[in-house]
């Protein structure tokens, strides 16, 4: 494992490209083995391993969803933890499209309303939460006044990306 491990390491750290990050996701391919080296290493705490192991993550993630179940925990650990925002934004991305546990509802909107209300949040971090929160929403209405109240609050000093998303859930829930 150990090689494999230094392998992907290698890879990763070659450049910061797309066409490294489809090479980092080839080299994955089926394996799930080699998934969890590669969960390993964003799980882990080398800065720049982190960071660009995250967006490959995220592409694994998005196309083979079940993949990420029994990611679910420490992925949110890190998300709360980040040591980097790429950690943030592309973590909160998978699960965007993974079947959450209803035991990580409310971490997860504890985390999601954090980055939403905080004005220095990225844009692509608050729209990442916002799809999140959104979902567990969607299951829990009585959590749709305080995410209304929030986005409402935020709209003033947000992006016009983001002012365009948080309007269009306001408008569905009131």
């Given at each position: 494992?150990?090689?494999?491990?230094?392998?992907?390491?290698?890879?990763?750290?070659?450049?910061?490209?797309?066409?490294?990050?489809?090479?980092v996701v080839d080299?994955?391919?089926?394996?799930?083995?080699?998934?969890?080296?590669?969960?390993?290493?964003?799980?882990?705490?080398?800065?720049?391993?982190?960071?660009?192991?995250?967006?490959?993550?995220?592409?694994?993630?998005?196309?083979?969803?079940?993949?990420?179940?029994?990611?679910?925990?420490?992925?949110?650990?890190?998300?709360?933890?980040?040591?980097?925002?790429?950690?943030?934004?592309?973590?909160?991305?998978?699960?965007?499209?993974?079947?959450?546990?209803k035991r990580y509802w409310g971490e997860l909107v504890e985390i999601g309303f954090d980055y939403l209300s905080k004005v220095t949040t990225p844009t692509a971090i608050k729209r990442a939460a916002l799809l999140v929160v959104a979902r567990i929403v969607e299951q829990e209405p009585e959590l749709r006044e305080e995410l209304v109240l929030v986005l409402q609050d935020q709209i003033p000093y947000s992006t016009v990306g983001f002012k365009g998303i948080a309007t269009k859930y306001i408008k569905r829930w009131t």
């Open positions: 494992m150990l090689k494999l491990k230094d392998e992907l390491r290698k890879i990763i750290l070659f450049e910061h490209s797309r066409k490294q990050r489809d090479k080299w994955v391919g089926d394996s799930r083995r080699r998934f969890s080296v590669l969960m390993e290493l964003f799980l882990g705490d080398e800065y720049r391993v982190v960071q660009r192991a995250a967006w490959a993550v995220r592409t694994i993630g998005e196309a083979r969803p079940q993949w990420m179940t029994s990611y679910i925990g420490p992925m949110i650990e890190s998300i709360q933890n980040p040591i980097h925002d790429a950690v943030v934004r592309n973590g909160l991305l998978v699960l965007v499209g993974v079947k959450i546990p």
